[in-house]
């Protein structure tokens, strides 16, 4: 069966050692051409030799608050691979989770510059290359605080409903381009950084981490925590032609801990 993603380019924002490394491992597995970017170049390295094929990968190390960025990436991967075929944007940090009505402004505005700014910058500067080619899939890595939002995370809430604001209206203005746009909210995603939270939940109620992780999975359909691989599988879908059909959608992927 032919692979997904075959002959594909994707551009993978945000790369990191969590659902990051994933989307480029499952991007390279169906068989894209893959631009990996992030601020630590030798983590990019790494995640390179993991797919193991250097003919198939360009690594992009950036300086995030250097706004000519976008515009470096997007040409990068052109000249490296002759198109842009998807994008997914992945860059996000979790800001101080404070009340709104006491945080000071600049949590906000530090919140929309990681998890809103550096995705609508990079899908501005790739659209130009996507329209010329008539098609391009664009996937915007959400989080399930748009469907359930909880009191700390505010200032987080208010830049992932700006990503999902920017995906639908990008739906509309790029979908006679042939350029799909959509959202992908992933729930909990298992892995280091959330067994270091187990952990701390743990320690304060005097319980093992195992019994923390039981605890939130038992409010999941699925008994479990998805793992980031899975949620990179998810974008997949949305970067390959089996969802032609689908745009300006929010996809939820949570093993069913929220159906809306």
Same mark, same amino acid.
């Given at each position: 069966?032919?692979?997904?993603?075959?002959?594909?380019?994707?551009?993978?924002?945000?790369?990191?050692?969590?659902?990051?490394?994933?989307?480029?491992?499952?991007?390279?597995?169906?068989?894209?051409?893959?631009?990996?970017?992030?601020?630590?170049?030798?983590?990019?390295?790494?995640?390179?030799?993991?797919?193991?094929?250097?003919?198939?990968?360009?690594?992009?190390?950036?300086?995030?608050?250097?706004?000519?960025?976008?515009?470096?990436?997007?040409?990068?991967?052109?000249?490296?691979?002759?198109?842009?075929?998807?994008?997914?944007?992945?860059?996000?940090?979790?800001?101080?989770?404070?009340?709104?009505?006491?945080?000071?402004?600049?949590?906000? @505005?530090? *919140? /929309?510059?990681?998890?809103?700014? =550096?995705?609508?910058?990079?899908?501005?500067?790739? %659209? $130009?290359?996507?329209?010329?080619?008539?098609?391009?899939?664009?996937?915007?890595?959400?989080?399930?605080?748009?469907?359930?939002?909880?009191?700390?995370?505010?200032?987080?809430?208010?830049?992932?409903?700006?990503?999902?604001?920017? @995906?639908? *209206? /990008?739906?509309?203005?790029?979908? =006679?381009?042939?350029?799909?746009?959509?959202?992908? %909210? $992933?729930?909990?995603?298992?892995?280091?950084?959330?067994?270091?939270?187990?952990?701390?939940?743990?320690?304060?109620?005097?319980?093992?981490?195992?019994?923390?992780?039981?605890?939130?999975?038992?409010?999941?359909?699925?008994?479990?925590?998805? *793992?980031?691989?899975?949620?990179?599988?998810?974008?997949?879908?949305?970067?390959?032609?089996?969802?032609?059909?689908?745009?300006?959608?929010?996809?939820?992927?949570?093993?069913?801990?929220?159906?809306?």
């Amino acid at each position: 069966m032919t692979a997904l993603l075959a002959g594909r380019v994707v551009i993978v924002s945000g790369v990191g050692p969590g659902l990051g490394r994933d989307l480029v491992l499952a991007c390279a597995r169906e068989g894209a051409n893959v631009v990996l970017v992030a601020r630590d170049g030798d983590r990019l390295s790494r995640i390179e030799r993991e797919v193991g094929d250097p003919s198939r990968t360009h690594c992009v190390p950036i300086a995030p608050d250097d706004p000519n960025e976008p515009t470096r990436i997007a040409a990068e991967a052109l000249d490296r691979f002759g198109a842009i075929d998807g994008l997914v944007n992945n860059a996000a940090t979790i800001p101080p989770l404070t009340d709104l009505v006491d945080a000071p402004t600049s949590d906000v @505005t530090a *919140s /929309l510059d990681a998890n809103f700014y =550096p995705a609508f910058h990079l899908t501005r500067a790739v %659209a $130009p290359t996507m329209r010329k080619q008539r098609r391009g899939s664009i996937v915007m890595i959400n989080s399930a605080v748009v469907r359930h939002p909880k009191r700390e995370f505010g200032a987080y809430n208010i830049a992932k409903h700006a990503l999902l604001g920017l @995906t639908r *209206s /990008l739906a509309f203005e790029l979908g =006679p381009d042939g350029i799909r746009v959509n959202t992908l %909210a $992933p729930g909990k995603i298992g892995g280091a950084r959330l067994t270091a939270y187990f952990e701390v939940r743990a320690n304060e109620r005097g319980m093992s981490p195992s019994a923390i992780e039981a605890e939130y999975a038992n409010n999941i359909a699925l008994q479990r925590i998805p *793992s980031s691989a899975e949620y990179a599988d998810a974008a997949v879908f949305l970067l390959s032609d089996l969802s032609r059909s689908i745009t300006g959608h929010l996809l939820d992927a949570n093993g069913g801990e929220y159906f809306d």
